[in-house]
C-alpha cells in the first residue's frame, strides 16, 4: 500500500499546499513535512500548531482513525472539518482506491477502486481495507480483517498529546506484551498461532482468575469467613438448622391452651402457605413481564439480499421474499405469545388478590388466638423460631453455592493451567523452528543499525527468545548500546520500525509500503538523522520503493549541524517537501485549536 494524495471534497480545506490547489501529493522515498519561519518578523511564532501532525492526522482519520477526546487535536479541529469530506488515494497492487470520510459523520465512509467508489459503513470498510492492505493468502498463522486498527498504528506513529513516544519500539499500543507479540510475528512473516493461542489463554486465565478472587472477597465481606473455613460454617449451620426444626417440631403449650395453639399453629402455617404462594406468583408475573418486554431480534434482510443477489437476482428476491414472510410469521407468533402472557399476569394478579383476602381473614382470628396466649409469650417463641430458621436455612444454601463456585472456577484455573504448561513446550519447539526466519530478519535489522549508527552489529541485538514465567511466554526485544542512551528510546524504535518494512519489503509480505515517524527525532544525534535519510534515498536508487513522512521544523531538528555530515540542510528539506507549513500558512489556513 502506498499512500498517493490527501485532499477536501470539496476543494478549500488544505489552503496551504505545495502547488496551490489544497492537495497533498506523497512520493516515493522521504516525504517531508516541514515547518519554517517566513520571515524575521516570525522569529518568536512557535512552529507548534500549525499543522504538520495534523496533516498526518487526516491520514489516519481517513484509514479508520477515531475523531474523539483519544485525539485531541483532531477533536478540536472538528468544527473547521464540517462541510467538508477528507479524501485519501492510495495505491495497492498497481490499482488506485479512494476513501472518503466527513467529520460531520464520521461513521460512514465512500471506498473503492476510482471510478467504483462505494458509501459503506465503518465495520464493513475496515474489514474490507484491513484484507486489502494486510491479507496474506499463504500465512500460516493467525490473521482477522477485524484488526486493522490494532496492526496500522504500528504504521502510522503519530504524536499524541500526554502519549508515550518511542518508549519500546514492541508496545507500539497500549496493550499486553500477549496481545501484540502475535502482531509482531505477524509483521515478520512467522507463524504466530501458538502465540495467538497463548493470547487467548491469558485472557481466559485472567478472567477466571479475577472471577475466583471476587467469589473470595465476597466471603468475607458478606460472611466474615475464608474458603478454608466455610466447611466448618456449612457444618455448623446445618446443626443449628436441625436444632431449631426440632424445637420447632416439639414446641408445645400447657394443657389448658393446647387447643388455640394448635388452631394459631394451623393459621401460621395456612398463613406461611398464603404468602409463599403469593410470593411465587408474584416472581413469576415479573419473569414473564420480563420475558413480554424482550426485544426480538430481525435479521438484516437487505443485507442477506444483497449478498444472495451477487450470485443471482431472482435468488436474492425470493430469498428476501421467503426471509419476508418468515419475519412476519415470527412476529404474528410473538404477538400471540404476548397475548398468552398477558392473559397469564392477569390471572396471577387475581389469584394473589385472592390469597391477600384470606391471608387478611386469618390474621384477623390469628390475632384474636395471640391475645388468648400472649400471658404464655408462646407465639413470640415460635415467631423467633421460625424466623432464625429460616434465616440461618438461607445463609446455608448462599454458602452452599458459593463454595460450588469457587469449586468450579478453581477447577476452570486448574484446567487452564495445565493448557498452558503444555501450551509452552509447544512455544519452545516453535522458537526453536523459527531461528532461520529470526536470522533472516536479524539480517536486515544489523544493516539498519550499522547505516544509523556506524557501528559493529555486536554492538546491537534483536532477540526472540523464551520467557516460561510471563504471560507473553516469548520476549520480542530490541537492544542497541547504553553508551548511546541519549535518544536510546527512538533509536531503538527507529532501527526496528525501518528493519521491518524493509524486511516486508525484501520478502514480499503484504502490507504497507510507508512509516510516518512524527518527533521521533528530538532529542537524537543529528547525525542518525543524516545517516537515515542517506540510507533510504540509496535504497531507493536501488528500487526499493516505499515512503517514510516524517515532519520536521526549521527549529530544533534541523537547526543545528548534522554532526560531521552536513549534506543535509534545512533548504533541501525544504525544496524536497510534500508540504511546508508557517506560522502564517497553516495546514488550515487558520488557528485551528
Known amino acids: 500500500m502506498y499512500l498517493t494524495r490527501l485532499y477536501s471534497e470539496p476543494a478549500g480545506l488544505l489552503a496551504t499546499t505545495p502547488l496551490g490547489d489544497g492537495v497533498i501529493r506523497y512520493k516515493d522515498g522521504v516525504n517531508y513535512i516541514f515547518g519554517k519561519k517566513d520571515s524575521a518578523t516570525d522569529a518568536k511564532k512557535s512552529l507548534n500548531g500549525i499543522g504538520k501532525s495534523l496533516s498526518l492526522d487526516l491520514i489516519d482519520f481517513c484509514l479508520g482513525g477515531a475523531l474523539d477526546k483519544r485525539n485531541a487535536r483532531l477533536f478540536e479541529a472538528k468544527e473547521h472539518l464540517v ?27 465512500e471506498f473503492g477502486p476510482v471510478g467504483a467508489v462505494k458509501k459503506l459503513d465503518e465495520s464493513e470498510v475496515k474489514e474490507r481495507l484491513c484484507d486489502l492492505i494486510f491479507f496474506r493468502k499463504a500465512y500460516p498463522g493467525y490473521y482477522s ?19 508515550n513516544r518511542f518508549v519500546d519500539p514492541v508496545k507500539y499500543l497500549p496493550s499486553t506484551e500477549s496481545r501484540l507479540n502475535q502482531f509482531h ?11 495467538h493461542k497463548n493470547f487467548e489463554l491469558q485472557e481466559k486465565l485472567s478472567v477466571a482468575s479475577e472471577a475466583l478472587l ?64 403469593n410470593h411465587s406468583d408474584h416472581s413469576k ?59 397469564e399476569i392477569r390471572k396471577l394478579e387475581a389469584q394473589v388478590v385472592r390469597r391477600d383476602e384470606v391471608i387478611a381473614i386469618k390474621e384477623s382470628e390469628r390475632a384474636r388466638l395471640f391475645e388468648f396466649l400472649e400471658a404464655q409469650k408462646a407465639i413470640q417463641d415460635l415467631t423467633d423460631a421460625y424466623g432464625a430458621a429460616e434465616q440461618k436455612k438461607k445463609e446455608l444454601h448462599d454458602l452452599q453455592a458459593r463454595i460450588r463456585l469457587h469449586a468450579d472456577l478453581e477447577k476452570q484455573l486448574a484446567d487452564l493451567k495445565l493448557q498452558e504448561s503444555a501450551l509452552w513446550q509447544e512455544i519452545l519447539e516453535f522458537l526453536e523452528a523459527s531461528r532461520d526466519q529470526v536470522t533472516e530478519f536479524r539480517r536486515t535489522f544489523f544493516e539498519v543499525y550499522r547505516e544509523l549508527y556506524q557501528a559493529s552489529e555486536s554492538e546491537s541485538a534483536f532477540s526472540l527468545s523464551p520467557e516460561p514465567t510471563k504471560q507473553q511466554k516469548i520476549k520480542i526485544e530490541v537492544n542497541i548500546p547504553a553508551k548511546r542512551s541519549e535518544g536510546k528510546n527512538p533509536g531503538r524504535t527507529l532501527i526496528y520500525d525501518i528493519s521491518i518494512m524493509m524486511h516486508m519489503i525484501r520478502t514480499g509480505l503484504r502490507g504497507p509500503r510507508f512509516l510516518v515517524h512524527d518527533g521521533i527525532f528530538n532529542g537524537m544525534d543529528k547525525a542518525h538523522f543524516a545517516a537515515l535519510i542517506d540510507y533510504l534515498k540509496r535504497s531507493v536508487a536501488k528500487g526499493e520503493r516505499f515512503q517514510y513522512l516524517v515532519p520536521l521544523n526549521e527549529e530544533g531538528t534541523l537547526s543545528e549541524k548534522f554532526g560531521k555530515v552536513d549534506a543535509i540542510t534545512p533548504e533541501q528539506i525544504e525544496s524536497e517537501a510534500v508540504l511546508v507549513l508557517t506560522p502564517n500558512r497553516k495546514l488550515l489556513g487558520k488557528d485551528w485549536k
Open 83 to 109: 462541510g467538508y469530506k477528507i479524501v485519501l488515494d492510495f495505491e495497492v497492487d498497481t490499482q488506485i482506491y479512494t476513501i472518503k470520510r466527513s467529520a460531520d459523520s464520521p461513521g460512514e465512509f
Open 145 to 163: 480483517n477485524g484488526l486493522l486498527r490494532s496492526l496500522l498504528p504500528f504504521f502510522l506513529k503519530i504524536h499524541r498529546e500526554g502519549g
Open 185 to 195: 510475528l505477524f509483521f515478520l512473516g512467522i507463524d504466530n498461532t501458538l502465540i
Open 214 to 277: 471476587t467469589v473470595r472477597q465476597q466471603m468475607v465481606r458478606v460472611y466474615g469467613v475464608k474458603v478454608r473455613e466455610i466447611d466448618s460454617r456449612i457444618d455448623s449451620l446445618t446443626l443449628e438448622v436441625d436444632k431449631i426444626d426440632k424445637g420447632i417440631k416439639a414446641f408445645r403449650l400447657a394443657d389448658a391452651y393446647r387447643d388455640a395453639q394448635e388452631r394459631a399453629d394451623r393459621l401460621t402455617q395456612e398463613i406461611k402457605e398464603n404468602v409463599l404462594l
Open 285 to 343: 408475573v415479573s419473569r414473564y413481564q420480563e420475558s413480554y418486554t424482550l426485544a426480538e431480534a430481525v435479521p438484516n434482510i437487505r443485507e442477506i439480499k444483497t449478498l444472495y443477489s451477487e450470485l443471482n437476482a431472482l435468488l436474492g428476491e425470493r430469498i428476501g421474499k421467503t426471509l419476508e414472510d418468515a419475519i412476519e410469521f415470527r412476529k404474528n407468533i410473538a404477538k400471540s405469545r404476548k397475548d398468552f402472557l398477558a392473559a
